[in-house]
């Protein structure tokens, strides 16, 4: 994976000025051996320049100067317990002669988790340190590796599984994508470039994305690359699905001639969608200002609801460094302005992969900038009533540790997450893993639908726009369209209750509500809902299923109204078209009385479009009591399918 930090370096050949003609030895062979250490140090060559300071030891032992450059070599390629080793023999020859050398080698310590010895490094170069240059880093430092000792006494529950051979290799696989389902997973592998044989440096890789679907018994099939149009020649990364795994935005980079692969670019990196078509991808698009800019733009994390995009960038306005921006989506398609995710998120130093949960309130992020263990931690944020994300929290350890923790994404149920790690047992590289999420870090659990959308006469897929309502509130949840080709849907609820409406220009619309309870993500993570809608024509009938009275009331209830409105909208989409406005009841009680309020039911409806400014002579009303069943009335279930208002039309 491309090096997303870079660490800072103490560089004992600048810092000081040791290295003069005035040496710490006075053999010319050794000194002649450095100096060509530091010659081939400066061109890059570091195993020579290590070979030559070994040969100079070799004359002169203690020679302190050879010992600070090996530092900045092992740093260089982040050998931290060999530099640990040199520092210390360094220290070891002469205890006071710099003070760097003892800040080096704790900021070394901390790298690999010996946050103890750290400390008493610190206070060694507090001792030193006459003209405060480092109080402040000291001071900051010791808060860290207190921190970071307190994480690791009390730590969480952790046991990351190898997601296995299907989907890890001997390359680097990183940043997991995961659709609400649990059924398709995309992610991004650094693989050989065209015609390179051997990966010997990051110039001979490229990134592109690799998909994989899991069987009906659970099991990730066998990766293989994402293909054309979204893979190029050039890099693709840092990626994330809609919850319904057909919107697919990612991160494409300019080449060396400043151009993208994927046509039209702002500059640096940017963000790009591609839409799933059946089984095809389209060809991606620059999402566009201000989502992108002239700066760096990347890793897009998109709302389950389908109205905000959060993503990051180095653009000015922010706290520094990089920052987690969001962008949320109007009524016309287009992004709204760049929002920054604000102080409780973003720092003076780096904030990446974002990843806002199904639940569209908790946010992960990994952070170098809020107190961790060193590196870059994973932190969640929770979002108040208010819109505004709280206070960051550490996922503690051994989720995090003095390495680099930089991505992970959670399932719709928010009980599994996905990461990826380098570990020794792993395929090679960087693998992705899952692991059970401790229960004080969860986020809201989210339920899916999912179905298809269908001609109740041909049969034919169609694709629809549908929505969600909250039906307490009567705010719209989220919106969205099946799919063109097959007329798959899939939405994400939280808990509480929803209507559930789907239309189409020429059919009659479809409703139907639920309830989601808490106990209904112990025993299942989605409901399966398949649509038919009727074509508009004399004799077609919908329900009304968003429609309430109370028990022997024909007084509508408030939650109604979503349904209600829908209904006015339909009329006026379509003004030609008369509806019949129908009340039904089950079998139990008096029929005269069911008669009248079935009738009344009916009314109410009518009256509540006619005041809403539908002409009367387009409706009508009439109660059919028990007369015209849905179902059998042999269950209380089947008796409140029969408990229904309809519309049916009438007249063209």
């Known amino acids: 994976m491309k090096t997303l930090f870079l660490l800072p370096i103490f560089l004992f050949v600048i810092a000081t000025n040791s290295f003069s ?48 450059l090996l530092s900045d070599i092992y740093s260089e390629q982040r050998k931290y317990e060999k530099k640990i080793q040199v520092l210390k023999k360094a220290i070891e020859i002469n205890p006071t002669k710099n003070a760097n050398a003892y800040f080096s080698l704790s900021k070394a310590e901390m790298l690999t988790g010996k946050y103890s010895d750290a400390k008493i490094h610190l206070e060694q170069l507090r001792k030193l340190d006459n003209f405060k240059k480092f109080e402040n880093e000291i001071n900051e430092n010791t808060i860290l590796c207190d921190f970071a000792l307190n994480l690791i006494a009390n730590p969480v529950e952790f046991k990351p599984i190898n997601l296995g051979e299907n989907i890890n290799s001997k390359f680097d696989e990183y940043l997991p994508a995961i659709s609400a389902d649990e059924s398709k997973l995309i992610y991004t592998v650094s693989v050989p470039r065209n015609g390179i044989a051997e990966i010997k440096s990051q110039n001979d890789t490229q990134e592109d994305f690799f998909i994989s679907i899991k069987d009906n018994s659970g099991v990730w099939l ?39 692969a994927h046509g039209k670019s702002y500059g640096s990196c940017d963000i790009f969608v591609s839409y799933k078509k059946g089984n095809e991808w389209t060809e991606p698009e620059n999402v566009g200002t201000p989502v992108n800019s002239y700066y760096w733009e990347s890793q897009p994390s998109f709302s389950s609801d389908g109205k905000t995009l ?29 929002v920054n995710a604000g102080k409780n998120v973003n720092t003076s130093k780096n904030e990446q992969s974002p990843f806002i949960h199904h639940d569209n309130k908790t946010l992960y992020f990994s952070s170098d900038g809020h107190l961790g263990m060193g590196r870059s931690d994973l932190f969640m944020c929770v979002k108040d009533s208010s819109g505004n994300f709280g206070i960051a929290k550490n996922l503690g350890y051994p989720i995090n540790t003095w390495n680099e923790e930089f991505s992970l994404i959670l399932n719709a149920k928010g009980n599994k997450a996905y990461f990826s790690a380098s570990y020794p047992q792993g395929f090679g590289g960087m693998d992705l893993y899952e692991f059970d999420m401790p229960e004080i870090d969860k986020p809201e659990p989210v339920y899916y639908i999912e179905g298809v959308v269908y001609d109740s006469e041909t049969l034919k897929k169609l694709k629809a726009n549908f929505y969600i309502f909250d039906l307490t509130k009567g705010d719209t949840v989220t919106s969205s369209f099946s799919d063109d080709v097959t007329g798959e849907f899939l939405i994400c609820i939280p808990q509480g209750k929803y209507a559930f409406n789907v ?22 993570n989605g409901y399966k809902l398949d649509v038919p809608l009727s074509p508009i024509k004399v004799g077609y ?48 009680g008096n029929e005269q009385h069911n008669k009248i309020l079935s009738e009344n039911r009916a009314k109410s409806v009518y009256e509540y479009l006619i005041l809403k400014g539908i002409s009367a002579k387009r409706l009508s009303f009439k109660g059919f009591a028990s007369q015209a069943p849905f179902t059998d009335n042999e269950t209380e279930q089947n008796r409140a399918l029969n408990r229904r208002t309809e519309i049916k039309v009438v007249g063209i």
Do not use: M
């Open 541 to 588: 009938v919908t329900i009304l299923n968003n429609v309430f009275f109370d028990t022997d009331s024909y007084v509508l209830k408030p939650e109604s109204n979503v349904e209600l409105d829908k209904t006015y909208n339909f009329l006026i989409k379509n003004p030609n078209i008369k509806l019949e406005i129908g009340g039904h009841t089950d079998n139990t």
């Open 21 to 68: 003609q005035d040496y710490s030895v006075k053999s010319k062979k050794a000194i002649s051996l450095f100096e060509q250490a530091l010659k081939t140090y400066e061109s890059y060559n570091y195993d020579e320049s290590i070979f030559f300071c070994e040969s100079a030891l070799e004359k002169e032992p203690n020679f302190i100067e050879v010992y600070y």
């Open 310 to 338: 959060f993503f990051v960038s180095n653009r000015p306005g922010g706290f520094g460094g990089i920052d987690i921006w969001y962008c949320k989506k109007k009524s016309d398609g287009s992004w709204g302005k760049a």
């Open 222 to 260: 066998a990766a293989h690359n994402f293909g054309a149009p979204v893979n190029t020649e050039f890099n693709e990364g840092a990626q994330t699905i809609s919850s319904d795994g057909k919107i697919l935005f990612f991160t494409s980079c300019d080449n060396a001639v400043k151009q993208n």
């Open 503 to 524: 239309d189409k220009e020429g059919y009659l619309f479809y409703s139907q509500n639920f309830v989601v309870k808490k106990s209904d993500f112990e025993t299942q």
